[in-house]
Each structure stands twice: as C-alpha cells, then as structure tokens.
C-alpha cells in the first residue's frame, strides 16, 4: 500500500514538473476526452522572459549597540571530594 502511494506520489510530482516546464499541456473540453501534448525540441527548455537584479551597497548610518567590559568580584561555588578514610580506588574492568 505504501509504495503504491509514493509511485502515484512520483507521478504526481513528474506531471507537475513537466507542466510548469512547458512541455505537458493538458487541454480539457467539455464533453470530449482531454487532448495531451508533449512537446520535446531537442532537449532545450522553452524561453522565458525574467527580470533584472542589480546589487550594490550603500552607506548608512545606524544606530549599534555598545558593550561595556567591566571587573566585578562574585561568589562562585566550589565542590571539594576527599577519599573515605581506608578506601582503595575500583580496578578497571
């Protein structure tokens, strides 16, 4: 059951994949069986038209916070561990 859903999900995805590159087109008309067109021009994609985009840097100025380094004496806790009198240290296993 669950490969029958991830070959149908592959499918799906392909079909998708084709669609938006142009080369599946699926014509519905009413009352007819749909008309399917694979167009496959040498391997090459189709054509299309994009935008620019340009980037570059300007200067600005900004407001940055500022960190101030300073001494101050705290108490920190401390752990001591004395051996029980006559106590011999585990042998490694």
Not at 12 to 17: D, E, F, Q, R
Not at 49 to 74: A, C
């Amino acid at each position: 059951m669950r490969g029958i859903l991830v070959l149908l999900g592959l499918l799906v995805l392909a079909a998708v994949v084709l669609m938006s590159l142009g080369m599946l087109n699926i014509n519905w008309k009413s009352g007819t069986m749909p008309t399917v067109e694979f167009k496959m021009d040498g391997g090459k994609l189709p054509k299309i038209e994009t935008g620019s985009v340009e980037v570059g840097t300007s200067n600005t100025v900004v407001q940055v916070p500022t960190v101030e380094m300073k001494n101050t004496v705290v108490t920190l806790p401390t752990v001591e561990v004395k051996p029980a009198a006559g106590a011999t240290p585990a042998a490694k296993q």
